[in-house]
T-cell receptor, first 108, second 113 residues
Framework: AQRVTQPEKLLSVFKGAPVELKCNYSYSGSPELFWYVQYSRQRLQLLLRHISRESIKGFTADLNKGETSFHLKKPFAQEEDSAMYYCLGVGTASKLTFGTGTRLQVTL | NAGVMQNPRHLVRRRGQEARLRCSPMKGHSHVYWYRQLPEEGLKFMVYLQKENIIDESGMPKERFSAEFPKEGPSILRIQQVVRGDSAAYFC???????????FGSGTQLSVL
């Protein structure tokens, strides 16, 4: 079964501290992986996809096939990064699987 | 392009009534996905549709829930005989094709009294 796991429900960091939001996947074949973000009272929006290998708002995510992980990282957290983050996997037949989400709380 | 439009934004129903949630995908998008976000839980996939076809409904409860995406008009998620446990935020997303970028609607908050 396809599965995406985000082990942390809540991650609280100080402003300026590094951030790592964990995402592990279990898929047969090679899924496509994404990170989505939902700021308070706003729509879900795409943050990153693994095939584009870009950095958005200072965030990066590397696909590690050996560890089956796609962790989201940022070297220095900002207050405006506080949001709900979802890891998404797309497998065969476009089956989408979301992780349960991690709430990032950046405090002063 | 107005983006993915969902309506209503909030829907209040009494137990036993029917709830109809609408989703108009972005222009040019023929793939629609429905998700449910229960309180204190993450997003759960419900159903994936293309125009006039249900591709994957593995996330849909077996009873009372149905979805359609007709040739003309929005996609409809229908919940019959609602119960309190159906109270949740229901999100719709659309894309141009398989594995393409998803665009999300603002969601419909269903409250069952």
């Amino acid at each position: 079964a396809q599965r995406v796991t985000q082990p942390e429900k809540l991650l609280s960091v100080f402003k300026g501290a590094p951030v790592e939001l964990k995402c592990n996947y279990s898929y047969s074949g090679s899924p496509e992986l994404f990170w989505y973000v939902q700021y308070s009272r706003q729509r879900l929006q795409l943050l990153l996809r693994h095939i584009s290998r870009e950095s958005i708002k200072g965030f990066t995510a590397d696909l590690n096939k050996g560890e089956t992980s796609f962790h989201l990282k940022k070297p220095f957290a900002q207050e405006e990064d506080s949001a709900m983050y979802y890891c998404l996997g797309v497998g065969t037949a476009s089956k989408l699987t979301f992780g349960t989400g991690t709430r990032l709380q950046v405090t002063l | 392009n107005a983006g993915v439009m969902q309506n209503p934004r909030h829907l209040v129903r009494r137990r036993g009534q029917e709830a109809r949630l609408r989703c108009s995908p972005m222009k040019g998008h023929s793939h629609v996905y429905w998700y449910r976000q229960l309180p204190e839980e993450g997003l759960k996939f419900m159903v994936y549709l293309q125009k006039e076809n249900i591709i994957d409904e593995s996330g849909m409860p077996k009873e009372r829930f149905s979805a359609e995406f007709p040739k003309e008009g929005p996609s409809i998620l229908r919940i019959q005989q609602v119960v309190r446990g159906d109270s949740a935020a229901y999100f719709c997303a659309s894309s141009r094709g398989q594995n393409e970028k998803l665009f999300f609607g603002s969601g419909t908050q269903l409250s069952v009294l």
